[in-house]
C-alpha cells in the first residue's frame, strides 16, 4: 500500500499551464498575474481590498505595522497556534500576551480575554486552528468594548465562513497563508484583507522596500518597507487554485465526517467540534488518550507511519518554546493548551483522499491503540 502523507496539494494540468506560461512570457516577478490574484481574492472577500504577499507570516507582521503597534504594546493571542501568530508580535518589538485556549473549540477562549488586558493591549490576534473560525460575534463585540485592534490570524481558514460570511469578506485586519499545506495554496505566500481601501498604498510600501514609484518616473522612499511582494508564477498557482476552492472545501467536509464515523469510540479521543458549515476543515485533529497508553506521542507516530500513514503535529505549545521561555515563560500557566499541545495529532486529511483512506487510517489508529493500551 503506497504512503498516505498526512497532506497533499492538489495541482491540476491547468494551472500546471499556466505556470509554464508565467515562465515563458517574460515577467515572472510581481505583475499582471499577481494583480488578477488580488482582484479574483477580493470578489471572495466581499469586494475589500486585498494584497498578496510571500508568506502568512509577512502578512501578519505588516498588519501589526499598519495597526501601528510597536516596542511598549500588548497584543492578545492563543499559545496554541503555528509560532508564526507570536513570532511576529516580538518582531514589531511588542509583547506577546497569552490567553488560554477554550479546550472544546481549542481556539482562543474568549471568557478569559478581558482579565489579560491592560492599558497597553493594542491588539487581539485570535487564531482559526484547523480552519474552524473562533466566535467573530463575540470577538469584535469585546474588541470594539475595550478599542482594540483585531489582526485575524486566518492562515488556517481561507474557504471558512462566520454565520454564512466568508472569513475575510467582513472585520478589521484579516490575514491568510497559502503555504504548501494550506487548503488553497501558492506553494508560500499569504493575503491581507484590508478594512479600508486607503490603507492599500502603505501596504504596498510595507510590502516592498518602502519604495513609491512617481509618476513621473522617479521614487522616493519614506517608510521602512520589508521584501515580502509575491511572484507571478505563485499567483498563477492561486488563480487556478481558486478555481476549486468551493469543491476542495466541500471533500474536506466530507472526509471530516467520513472520520466522525470512522474512528471508534471506545479508544478514548477527543475528536474536534463537528461543525460542517462554518470550519473548512483544514486539518482533522484529534487528542490522544496518552494516560491510557504506554507509548508517547512520538512512538505512536513512528507505530503510524510503519504502517505508512502520515501524522502530524500541530502544534506544542508556543509559551515553552525556548525563545519563550527566556521572556519569562513557564509550565502551567495556560493548563488547556498545554494539555491539548502534548496530546494533539492531525490525521492525513486532503482533497485528494477518499473515504478508503479514512478507513484505513482509523483501523491503523485502532489497531495501534489496542496494541498499547494499558
Ligand atoms: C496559524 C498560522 N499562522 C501563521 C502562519 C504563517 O504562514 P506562512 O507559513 O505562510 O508564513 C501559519 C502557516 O504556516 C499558520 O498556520
Known amino acids: 500500500m503506497s504512503f498516505l502523507p498526512f497532506t497533499r496539494p492538489s495541482i491540476d494540468e491547468e494551472t500546471i499551464q499556466a505556470v509554464a506560461d508565467v ?5 515572472i516577478t510581481t505583475g499582471p498575474k499577481c494583480r488578477e490574484f488580488e482582484e479574483t481574492l477580493s470578489q471572495i472577500c466581499g469586494g475589500r481590498t486585498v494584497r498578496v504577499f510571500n508568506s502568512g507570516t509577512a502578512t501578519l507582521e505588516v498588519a501589526l505595522r499598519l495597526a501601528g503597534i ?3 504594546d500588548e497584543v492578545i493571542t492563543t499559545p496554541l497556534s503555528w509560532v508564526a501568530t507570536a513570532n511576529v508580535v516580538l518582531t514589531v518589538g511588542a509583547k506577546p500576551v497569552f490567553v488560554d485556549i477554550d479546550p472544546a473549540t481549542r481556539n482562543i477562549d474568549l471568557d478569559k480575554i478581558e482579565a489579560a488586558i491592560t492599558p497597553r493591549t493594542k491588539a487581539i490576534i485570535p487564531v482559526d486552528l484547523a480552519g474552524l473560525p473562533v466566535d467573530r460575534d463575540r470577538l469584535y463585540e469585546l474588541a470594539r468594548r475595550h478599542k482594540l485592534r483585531v489582526i485575524e490570524d486566518a492562515a488556517q481558514s481561507f474557504g471558512a465562513n462566520w454565520k454564512g460570511k466568508p472569513i475575510g469578506s467582513f472585520g478589521d485586519l484579516v490575514s491568510f497563508s ?3 499545506n494550506k487548503n488553497l495554496t501558492t506553494g508560500e505566500g499569504g493575503a491581507l484583507v484590508l478594512p479600508d481601501a486607503g490603507l492599500a498604498p502603505l501596504t504596498e510600501q510595507l510590502r516592498l522596500q518602502g519604495v513609491v514609484r512617481r509618476p513621473d518616473g522617479e521614487m522616493s522612499v519614506e517608510v521602512l518597507g520589508g521584501k515580502s511582494n509575491l511572484t507571478d508564477i505563485a499567483a498563477a498557482i492561486g488563480l487556478g487554485q ?9 471533500k474536506r467536509r466530507a472526509l471530516a465526517r467520513a472520520y466522525f464515523d470512522c474512528v471508534e469510540a471506545g479508544l478514548g479521543c477527543a475528536l474536534p467540534i463537528a461543525d460542517f458549515e462554518q470550519s473548512n476543515w483544514h486539518m482533522f485533529q484529534i487528542l490522544l488518550p496518552l494516560e491510557r497508553m504506554t507509548i508517547t506521542r512520538g512512538e505512536f507516530i513512528a507505530r503510524m507511519k510503519a504502517r505508512d ?3 502530524g503535529v500541530h502544534y506544542p505549545v508556543i509559551h515553552l518554546f525556548g525563545l519563550y521561555r527566556k521572556l519569562g515563560h513557564k509550565e502551567g500557566e495556560f493548563p488547556h493548551a498545554e494539555a491539548v499541545g502534548k496530546s494533539i495529532i492531525s490525521l492525513p486529511l486532503f482533497p485528494a483522499m477518499e473515504r478508503t483512506d479514512v478507513e484505513r487510517v482509523c483501523t491503523a489508529l485502532r489497531d495501534v491503540l489496542n496494541e498499547t493500551r494499558k
Open 23 to 27: 515562465l515563458r512570457s517574460g515577467w
Open 70 to 72: 510597536g516596542p511598549g
Open 178 to 180: 497559502f503555504h504548501a
Open 242 to 250: 481558486l478555481k476549486h476552492l468551493d469543491e476542495v472545501t466541500a
Open 309 to 311: 500513514i502520515g501524522i
